[in-house]
């Protein structure tokens, strides 16, 4: 009888073991959705921050991290497909290699704090000339060294499921390793690269300590010029706006940071579904 | 070993032509370990020659030989001559894709890319530039691999919706539509049922009298229906692969002039 009673006990703390996190989860969501659902609407999504909540809205703030995070893909993509593409077809192996492997591993787990330092230091200090100092191309290049990691990572995993028979075809057509990558390789990895580059930008959309290092600020009151010259210009973004009005005094700030984090959440989640339709729809199943 | 005795071997027409290709004291190293050793035998031209042996025995590293396929293996190491036309293809001056290119080679489990059929076979001559009739190109191949009928009304499907037979004769016209003029073919029907492994052996035959083809099997009876030669390699007692005996496939089946030949034809080990 004890041990049918020690089972039950057993069962049953695994279960609440796997509900305790969901459970936090979702009462943060009703609060959440309690405090920001009434205040949130087109106004607020459209308005600029103000000293009136009321009249507050996170427009600025909007337009940062969406600029942020089509810049640190324009600079991250490339440079992470292409060093993974690198790490799994042409370096040998050998200590080398191994070496830069284990210090992209490590650079995936650094605070990211540490990578607004460095961004501080060689973006906005070292680089003014060319990023504007406490820019969005300073935001997004120390964003691209931040997901840099994760995306070599994902994008070495998709390019080594391909099977190696796909390789073999290639080359024994008398195809170059090049002609091999671009059009045998990277089209069969290339919903797996994209998906964990989708994951790495969602964490970058979500990353505050980075950005209030090298300076983003949270009263924006303007949007960036239509042209190269927003590059260079001071931002915001969700987070930072968020994390500046839960730190008010006034209730009615609170709300107005409720209202972002369901705007923040929405972008998010439709983030991740997006990667995940991909790697679902357009996976290639050998066999 | 009453099957041989009853098997029609196919019939050979003189051949006076000079070997295609000509393999010179070739040894192949894994690391440290010796795999393939001191290998001479010459491929005629527009015949089948079929290499058999025990598995492990090193038909396959023999195989990939032929065209530097072996080149793709970390650690592999390549020694002595593989003369194609006269030419070392392991000399320096020699470009590895252009030997691929003339020395076609398909593989045990069917490797279509995974795009349309009609793509699997412009691909090859797509990255080579070709200027000319694609839509021309890929019919004659299709139809000198037997296929043509069977996939003319959907060029387009994606390759891996074919079945394994069909996906193996595709990988066979994807080679011969780049201009391959040596076929390897590594175990090509072993993983096929055994109807569409006949259809494989069948269009082999057809091709040889414009190709010249080598085909590693382990299976005997193919060995004997398809082929013209018969290499057999077999391991020494330092478990280096070596070349046996090599001779026409009639004589190395009903009359093996080496012992472990044949113990092995008759079934004693292997």
Known sequence: ?287 | MSWLQKMPLPDLPDNPEEPIIKIRNLNVWYGNRLVLGDINLDIPRNRITAIIGPSGCGKSTLIRCLNRMNDLIPNARVEGQVLFDGKNIYSSDVDVTEIRRRIGMVFQKPNPFPKSIYENIAWGLRIRGFKGNLDEVVERALRQAALWDEVKDKLHANALTLSGGQQQRLCIARALAVGSEVLLLDEPASALDPISALKIEELLRELSRDYTIVIVTHNMQQAARVSHYTAFIMWDDNRVGRLIEYGLTRDIFTNPKDKRTEDYITGRFG
């Not at chain 1, 969901?22 to 659902?37: A, E, N, R, S």
């Not at chain 1, 087109?42 to 308005?47: A, E, L, Q």
């Not at chain 1, 070495?156 to 090049?178: C, D, H, M, N, Q």
């Not at chain 1, 987070?239 to 409720?258: L, T, Y």
């Open chain 1, 1 to 287: 009888m004890k041990e049918r009673w020690l089972e039950r006990l057993f069962k049953a703390l695994t279960f609440i073991s796997t509900i305790i996190g969901l459970l936090v989860l979702v009462i943060l969501l009703i609060d959440v959705l309690k405090d920001g659902l009434p205040r949130l609407s087109w106004k607020f999504i459209t308005s600029f921050p103000s000293r009136n909540p009321d009249e507050a809205g996170i427009l600025p703030a909007l337009v940062g991290s969406a600029m942020l995070l089509i810049l640190t893909a324009l600079f991250a993509f490339p440079i992470g497909v292409a060093a993974g593409i690198y790490l799994e077809e042409y370096a040998s192996d050998n200590l080398f290699t191994r070496l830069i492997e284990i210090n992209i591993a490590n650079l995936a787990g650094i605070p990211s704090i540490i990578y607004g330092l460095l961004g501080l230091e060689i973006f906005v200090r070292a680089l003014r000339g060319i990023t504007g100092g406490r820019s969005i191309f300073s935001g997004a290049l120390t964003m691209s060294l931040l997901v840099l990691p994760i995306i070599i990572v994902s994008s070495r995993e998709a390019i080594r499921a391909v099977p190696r028979s796909i390789r073999e075809a290639g080359y024994a057509l008398g195809a170059t390793k090049w002609q091999v990558v671009r059009d045998q390789i990277l089209p069969v990895a290339m919903p797996g690269i994209l998906t964990g580059t989708i994951l790495a930008l969602s964490r970058a959309i979500g990353e505050t300590a980075p950005l209030i290092t090298i300076g983003a600020l949270a009263y924006i009151a303007f949007l960036p010029p239509l042209s190269l010259k927003a590059l260079q210009s001071p931002f915001t973004v969700l987070p930072i706006q968020i994390f500046n009005w839960v730190s008010r005094p006034q209730e009615a700030f609170h709300a107005n940071a409720a209202a972002a984090i369901i705007v923040l959440l929405v972008l998010l989640l439709s983030m991740n579904a997006a990667a995940i339709y991909l790697r679902n729809r357009f996976q290639v199943r050998f066999e």
